[in-house]
């Protein structure tokens, strides 16, 4: 197993409620990544954090934030849930950004809006 | 057009079979270069880098070329346990990946 953890692993939500998803970074990654991924897709990037902060976004609305804390987890909240937010949710940790290391992801939370 | 494009498939073969994919990049300034794994329902792993001089790693052969801008895989002597989803990764060296959509493979006996 990677050593990234996520929570919950499923979630049912209805249309127009907020979610929060967290996520666990492997031991002495200070930089968290969160994508999502649509059925039949490859996962999309949202954003980055890196040391607490946003270290770069995707192509996502302001109603996808994020947090990082000072022990490198993270939350990624979303507010107004559509249909179209049904996907899995990962998160990726690395060792530092912007090099060529390994991401290693969990194994995601799966959001269904209804 | 995408950033990173591949045939979906699927890709049938049968045990033993020498099976290749391609992808394709369309940003030049891409740094890295990977092909993950991701078997149904679970995250993506890595399952090697690619580089220019070619790499291999048992049955697996990963090739980029710069120049075409495109990334290769080629599984020899497949095994049932090879059946997923192979997703096209490029690095702007930021740390975003961007994924294309994957292909995805099915071994039979």
């Known amino acids: 197993e990677t050593g990234v953890t996520q929570s919950p692993t499923h979630l049912i939500k209805t249309r127009g409620q907020q979610v929060t998803l967290r996520c666990s970074s492997q031991?002495?990654?200070?930089?968290v990544s969160w994508y999502q991924q649509a059925l039949g897709q490859g996962p999309q990037f949202i954003f980055q954090y890196y040391r607490e902060e946003e270290n770069g976004r995707g192509n996502f609305p302001p109603r996808f934030s994020g947090l990082q804390f000072p022990n490198y987890s993270s939350e990624l909240n979303v507010n107004a849930l559509e249909l179209d937010d049904s996907a899995l949710y990962l998160c990726?940790?690395?060792?530092?950004?912007?090099?060529?290391?390994?991401?290693?992801f969990g194994q995601g939370t799966r959001l269904t809006v209804v | 057009r995408k950033e990173v494009e591949q045939d979906p498939g699927p890709f049938n073969v049968p045990e033993g079979a020498t099976v290749a994919f391609n992808c394709t990049y369309s940003?030049?300034?891409?740094?890295?270069f990977f092909w993950y794994r991701q078997d149904c329902r679970k995250e993506p792993k890595l399952l090697m880098s690619v580089y220019s001089s070619g790499n291999e790693d048992g049955r697996f052969t990963a090739q980029l070329n710069r120049a075409s801008q495109y990334i290769s895989l080629l599984i020899r002597d497949s095994k049932l346990s090879d059946s997923a989803t192979y997703l096209c990764v490029v690095n702007m060296n930021t740390d975003k990946l961007i994924f294309g959509t994957g292909t995805r493979l099915q071994v039979f006996p």
């Open positions: 940003n030049s300034a891409s740094q890295s």
């Open positions: 990726a940790s690395t060792l530092v950004p912007g090099m060529n290391t390994e991401a290693f």
């Open positions: 031991s002495g990654h200070n930089t």
